[in-house]
């Protein structure tokens, strides 16, 4: 093999990359150290807009709630915002690059205008798009809980990184060799990841596979 590649995301999310792989001689190994478990909730507070920041969270709301009529949904990037449409509902914002969570933030801020926005999300959220926002005018609830289970990884040429928490998964039985490139699946990893102390090559700007495949 020309050389190896890591991706902290399941293997069944990635068929574009694992034919990619399999057509430029390259081993893949692909592995989220991340599991997710349903909170129960109550939305306590009334809203106009609810933001979803992952099909995760979309998924795990719709569990457990229904959406309001007239409600303005928004999304931070394509891939969230095609979860809502592939089950029915119409997506009044969805962020234009998925990576740059911080510009994201500011574009919805002025999407959004008076409106108040709930936030479905983790127990480890990093609040990229929350903080912005005065207390007054958003709800966060926590409607899953996300926790880290550690595996062993061969060493390998290439790191891709989707996610802090998937960092520290990794961290915990693994470290990174010097002379390795590391990808992160956006800005927030990619803070984290400097934040760690390491040098990180590649930043994906929109968060897709596709683009993935673009810049290996």
Known sequence: MSKTIFITKSINELQQLVDFC?????????????????????????????????????????????????????????????????????VAYTGV??????????????FIGDNRILFPQSNISHRSISSE???EKIEEINIYKTAT??????????????????????????SIPVNCQIIAWGKTTEKYLIEKGFIVQKTLVNSTVEELVGVI
């Not at 001689?25 to 807009?49: D, V, W």
């Not at 289970?149 to 693994?174: A, E, H, M, R, W």
Request: with cysteine; hydrophobic share 40%; glycine share 4%.
């Open 22 to 90: 399999f057509n430029n001689n390259i081993e893949l190994i692909a592995h989220s150290f991340l599991q997710f478990e349903a909170i129960p909730f109550t939305i306590e507070k009334p809203f106009e807009a609810i933001f979803f920041g992952s099909p995760r969270a979309v998924d795990f709301y719709l569990a457990q709630e229904t959406i309001p009529e007239n409600t303005l949904l928004a999304c931070v990037g394509e891939i969230t915002a095609k979860s809502l449409t592939d089950k029915g509902y119409s």
């Open 97 to 110: 690059s998925a990576g740059d969570t911080s510009q994201i933030a500011k574009d919805f801020k002025n």
């Open 133 to 135: 926002f005065s207390i």
């Open 149 to 174: 289970y550690p595996k062993t990884i061969p060493t390998c040429s290439q790191y891709i990184f989707t996610s802090p928490s998937n960092v520290d998964g990794f961290l915990i039985n693994n």
